[in-house]
């Protein structure tokens, strides 16, 4: 099927799915389903207290934000995978929205990296003042007044239904000429300070006074991001940490059990195998894209169909290497867009529907999964970060992560003696 056939086929299902959804199926039962349930406790007495210009709001608890346990003696870790979204804007292709729906019909949540000018309209570009650029400079530009309504909607809808908010700063700078590699710790600190500015004052900067809230206050919800091109790192940690994040997703590693690095959770995109080639790409979108297009982002129309199945495959064989292995969380990064005819759309929607629906996976934030690593014993983590690449453990996760060595069974060297 031709990928434009394949992203029109697939959005029409996800939309029906999505209309039907509590007769929807949701997968099979989860490891420990009974430790990480989801309350969905909706706003005491359903109270809402506005914050600043009302663009933002106290509504209590998160609903459907899961609750973690640790992990019971021998027990054998849940898979988590995270589907994340740099940028995270409603326009006219409808993305945002579509992939709402898909990860509601497969019993999935995501992380959605907000671009704070995009609830900055084009008129009000002067309020960003970007570090070593001038005032109103942006890389991706800036919305109008019916794209910072449309993004506010599914801004809204996406936290009620238990999904992230997190931040992918403001104007995409990257490379030399002032790009985020060269940010100190101060700058990154006023780039956060804006991109949550803007979230908190988009009523007043578009004028759209007359619209609902959100329903967070984003000083406590923002606890991580993902910077531009994966740039400037070093100098956002130190800045992140200060200001209270818990995790950064902006690093490139393996698909090992993730450590902290200068004090959050480093949940870094992962190297997958790459179809067709001897070399694993990363697991984001537009790696697979430039391995196949290079800078182009509409190449051969004849390869657009190959390009997606490689995207696709590559992220399922990943999964499996993981899910049959050492369970290792499993980190994926995308972008609404429509590269090489949004064959990587259609490819992405693919997986969500393959993997989030099987037994003992977890399609979850990563406030999520920060969530429960927080909650695991030290010791079990530090046992869990042992295992390489796609390598279960060889005595068996009940022995394994037992608190106590298990006896051998009967018969085999070091068992108990039989009785005679």
Not at 184 to 189: A, H, P
Request: hydrophobic share 35%; charged share 20%.
């Amino acid at each position: 099927m031709a990928a434009t056939q394949r992203i029109a086929a697939g959005a029409t299902l996800a939309a029906a799915c999505a209309t039907v959804f509590a007769g929807c199926t949701a997968g099979g039962t989860a490891s420990g389903q009974n430790e990480m349930k989801a309350p969905g406790a909706p706003a005491p007495g359903g109270a809402v207290r506005l914050i600043g210009d009302g663009s933002t709001s106290y509504t209590g608890m998160q609903p459907h934000l899961p609750r973690p346990a640790r992990l019971r003696s021998g027990q054998r870790p849940p898979q988590f995978v995270v589907f994340s979204w740099d940028g995270a804007s409603e326009d006219s292709r409808k993305l945002f929205s579509h992939f709402r729906k898909v990860a509601k019909a497969n019993n999935a949540t995501m992380t959605y990296f907000l671009s704070g000018v995009y609830l900055l309209p084009e008129e009000k570009r002067d309020l960003y003042r970007p570090p070593r650029h001038s005032p109103g400079s942006s890389a991706i530009g800036f919305n109008d007044e019916q794209g910072v309504r449309d993004t506010v909607e599914q801004l809204r809808l996406a936290w009620l239904e238990g999904n992230e908010i997190g931040t992918h700063f403001n104007g995409h700078f990257c490379g030399q000429d002032g790009g985020v590699g060269q940010w100190s710790v101060e700058e990154w600190k006023d780039e956060i300070s804006q991109a949550k500015s803007f979230v908190k004052s988009w009523r007043t900067n578009a004028n759209l006074e007359t619209e609902p809230p959100l329903p967070f206050d984003y000083d406590k919800e923002l606890i991580g991001g993902r910077t531009p091109c994966l740039e400037g790192r070093t100098n956002l940690l130190e800045a992140a940490r200060e200001l209270g994040f818990r995790y950064d997703a902006s690093g490139v590693g393996q698909q090992v059990w993730p450590g902290k690095k200068d004090g959050l959770w480093d949940l870094s995109m992962q190297r997958v195998p790459f179809p067709g080639h001897s070399y694993e790409q990363v697991t984001m979108d537009y790696d697979f894209r430039a391995g196949q297009s290079g800078a182009q982002t509409q190449g051969d129309p004849d390869r657009f169909a190959e390009w997606g199945d490689q995207l696709r495959d590559g992220l399922l064989q990943g999964f499996r290497r993981a899910y049959d292995g050492n369970r290792a969380p499993l980190i994926i990064g995308n972008h609404f867009e429509s590269w090489n005819g949004s064959t990587y759309m259609q490819a992405l929607q693919e997986v969500v529907e393959q993997v989030c629906t099987q037994p003992e996976v977890r399609c979850v934030s990563f406030r999520q999964l920060a969530d429960w690593l927080d909650a695991q014993d030290p010791q079990v983590l530090r046992k869990l970060r042992t295992l390489s690449v796609g390598r279960a453990p060889e005595e068996g996760w009940g022995t394994f992560l037992a608190a106590r060595p298990a006896p051998a069974p009967k018969g085999v060297p070091g068992a108990p003696p039989s009785k005679p």
